[in-house]
């Protein structure tokens, strides 16, 4: 097993199967992916991929139905039949919010089945009962405006509703 077949240092061990026969290991230059069989002490089969495999991120959602990402700033937002919405942030692969997204409409027994992203502040979600749902951050946007001297009188009144525009751009996504 000391000769994976090309340069160690671009080869890594994954792990390996549930019942010990074989061995995965992956490399990133170029891009693949093998299986060694224990028994025989041998390469099983070799693939080349297109890109390199990176690790999973982890969420307790039983299971995902919708994945999504912002093209500004990276989000990377996950909505499951749980009901939850997952942000994660690429750069370091960790979550940075879960979000109980139907039980404040009291929906438990939803699943969220529709996600997107519109521009820097706005998120928003459908649930398997029908429901379009809103998360926008107007802070920044009156933040902006304090700096400019032209503040409201407070930055958590801002109460906004979906357009049926917005609301098809988002069923779109």
Do not use: W
């Not at 989000?75 to 692969?93: H, I, N, P, S």
């Amino acid at each position: 097993m000391a000769n994976t077949g090309g340069n160690l240092k671009s080869t890594s061990i994954k792990g390996a199967t549930p019942d010990g026969e074989f061995l995965i290991a992956s490399g990133i230059y170029p891009p693949h992916m093998k299986v060694y069989e224990l028994k025989e002490l041998a390469l099983k089969f070799k693939r080349h991929l297109i890109s390199e495999i990176n690790r999973p991120l982890s969420t307790q959602s039983p299971a995902l139905n919708v994945i999504s990402r912002s093209k500004v700033h990276g989000l990377f937002a996950c909505g499951g039949e749980d009901g939850v919405v997952k942000c994660f942030d690429m750069r370091t692969r960790q979550y940075i919010s879960r979000l109980h997204a139907l039980a404040s409409s009291g929906d438990f027994d939803q699943e969220v089945t529709t996600l997107g992203f519109k521009g820097d502040y706005y998120m928003a979600f459908g649930s398997s009962g029908g429901k379009l749902l809103d998360l926008r951050c107007s802070y920044f946007k009156n933040l902006t405006e304090e700096m400019d001297g032209g503040s409201q009188p407070t930055i958590y009144d801002d109460f906004k509703f979906l357009t049926i525009e917005e609301a098809s751009y988002f069923l779109r996504a």
